[in-house]
């Protein structure tokens, strides 16, 4: 269903670098379309992590990072932090479908 | 303090209809397009409908279209999303959330109603 495809899972020790992909097509990212991303955590509600591909709302920490190359975007987290262990989600927009989100990654850490 | 606040949830046999409502606070609503976006038990989230901040443009997600009516009340500072022929795969947590301008992103959202189509 979704036409935003992350990995299932990621997981890293507190303090590497973990990234999540996000791959999408000429339809959305591609055609140029902005990025944002989305942290979620169990029985919440999702919060703006990254806007406009590489941007942090005030108060999300500078580990956080984010970009964007052809029909793929990132996410990276350096100096992963137990506090990081949730679900992310990438979002877009679609010319036939409008608003789309990524499949959701669960960042693991060990 | 800043935030959307729904209600209306619960339980409801196929066929059925729901409507559900989202109080905005503290904000200038009437500025802002709103937005429902579901997410099915375990799963990931799924746009379900969007409308303009006057009202005047309205967009839904296929599957939703023809079931699903959004609407806006600037007066009251309300969003309603209208579900009519519910099926078992409409089953989801539903949140109402701002398209903020920070680029075209959902800046702020609410805590959630669950919706269950069970018979």
């Known amino acids: 269903q979704s036409v935003l495809t992350q990995p299932p899972s990621v997981s890293g020790a507190p303090g590497q670098r973990v990234t999540i992909s996000c791959t999408g097509s000429?339809?959305?990212?591609?055609?140029?379309?902005?990025v944002h991303w989305y942290q979620q955590f169990p029985g919440t509600a999702p919060k703006l992590l990254i806007f406009?591909?590489?941007n942090r709302p005030s108060g999300v920490p500078d580990r956080f990072s984010g970009s964007k190359s052809g029909t793929s975007a990132s996410l990276a987290i350096t100096g992963l932090q137990a506090e990081d262990e949730a679900d992310y989600y990438c979002?877009?927009?679609?010319?036939?479908?409008?608003?789309?989100f990524g499949t959701g990654t669960n960042v693991i850490v060990l | 303090e800043v935030q959307l606040v729904e209600s209306g949830g619960g339980l409801v046999r196929p066929g059925g209809s729901l409507r559900l409502s989202c109080a905005a606070s503290?904000?200038?609503?009437?500025?802002?397009?709103m937005n429902w976006v579901r997410q099915t038990p375990g799963k990931g989230l799924e746009w379900a409908a969007s409308?303009?901040?006057?009202?005047?443009?309205?967009d839904y997600a296929a599957s939703m279209r023809g079931r699903f009516t959004i609407s806006r009340d600037n007066v009251k500072n309300s969003l309603s999303l209208r579900m009519s022929s519910l099926r078992a795969e409409d089953t989801a947590v539903y949140y109402c959330?701002?398209?903020?301008?920070?680029?075209?992103?959902?800046?702020?959202w609410g805590q959630g109603t669950m919706v269950t189509v069970s018979s």
């Open positions: 959330a701002r398209r903020g301008h920070l680029g075209d992103s959902f800046d702020l």
């Open positions: 503290a904000f200038s609503f009437s500025d802002y397009s």
């Open positions: 409308i303009s901040s006057s009202g005047s443009f309205i």
């Open positions: 000429s339809s959305n990212i591609g055609a140029g379309y902005d």
């Open positions: 406009g591909n590489n």
């Open positions: 979002q877009s927009y679609d010319n036939s479908l409008s608003h789309v």
